[in-house]
């Protein structure tokens, strides 16, 4: 079952911000959100992970909701390289160690637009 | 800085033949994963290994195993492939919350 819904494709021009809706009404106390992308054919790549709290990189920013039932992943200045397919996972980690395997789903096929 | 290096690149087999992947995790990362992704397919978990022990398993086929070793790096062994078996083959390491993926190897089966 999918823990995770994202809409297929998205558009945004190149220069602004691109905002990546995630719904994972299902999500545990102790399921983190985590934010790969992947570029045609390469490895996916981490882009960033929360758990509750909104978070900040280099890359891109999380916002989680208070419900924890949804987040927007931001990406703030597009560019072209930027194209390529966004998925939001949950995943919960073990007490003692380890975790469970990633699951992907659809993901959103994002196209920056010069 | 060091990342998940996979091997091959790219594998050639016929069918019914046997193919071995590797992949070397980053240092002292303790958890591997192993995932599969078909031309046009979201890429699906077979197998992950924590501290050299089976820690989950996915959609992996019967044909197929896997084993990390106590050097960390883990291998997938996979036998009588299939013209289905064609696909990317992705190893990922994990060494506290975040998962890293290597570039992966495309097998083809022919």
């Known amino acids: 079952d999918a823990k995770t819904t994202q809409p297929t494709s998205m558009d945004c021009a190149e220069g602004r911000a691109a905002n990546l809706p995630c719904n994972h009404s299902t999500i545990s106390g102790n399921e983190y959100v985590y934010w790969y992308r992947q570029i045609h054919s390469q490895g996916p790549q981490y882009i960033i992970h929360?758990?509750?709290n909104n978070e900040t990189n280099e890359m891109a920013s999380l916002i989680i909701t208070e419900d924890r039932k949804s987040s927007t992943l931001i990406l703030p200045h597009a560019t072209l390289r930027d194209t390529a397919v966004y998925y939001c996972?949950?995943?919960?980690?073990?007490?003692?160690?380890?975790?469970?395997?990633?699951?992907f789903g659809k993901g959103t096929h994002l196209i920056i637009q010069p | 800085a060091a990342g998940v290096i996979q091997s091959p690149r790219h594998l050639i087999k016929e069918k019914r033949e046997t193919a071995t992947l590797k992949c070397y995790p980053i240092p002292r990362h303790d958890t591997v994963y192993w995932y599969q992704q078909g031309p046009g397919q979201d890429p699906q978990f077979l197998i992950s290994?924590?501290?050299?022990?089976?820690?989950d398993k996915g959609s992996i086929p019967d044909r197929f195993s896997a084993q990390q070793f106590s050097d960390y790096h883990s291998e997938l062994n996979m036998s009588s492939l299939e013209l289905g078996d064609s696909a990317l083959y992705f190893c990922a390491s994990m060494g506290g919350h975040v998962a890293f993926f290597g570039q992966g190897t495309r097998l083809t089966v022919v």
């Open positions: 290994f924590y501290e050299k022990m089976q820690s």
């Open positions: 996972i949950v995943r919960g980690m073990y007490s003692g160690g380890g975790a469970d395997g990633l699951t």
């Open positions: 929360g758990l509750k």
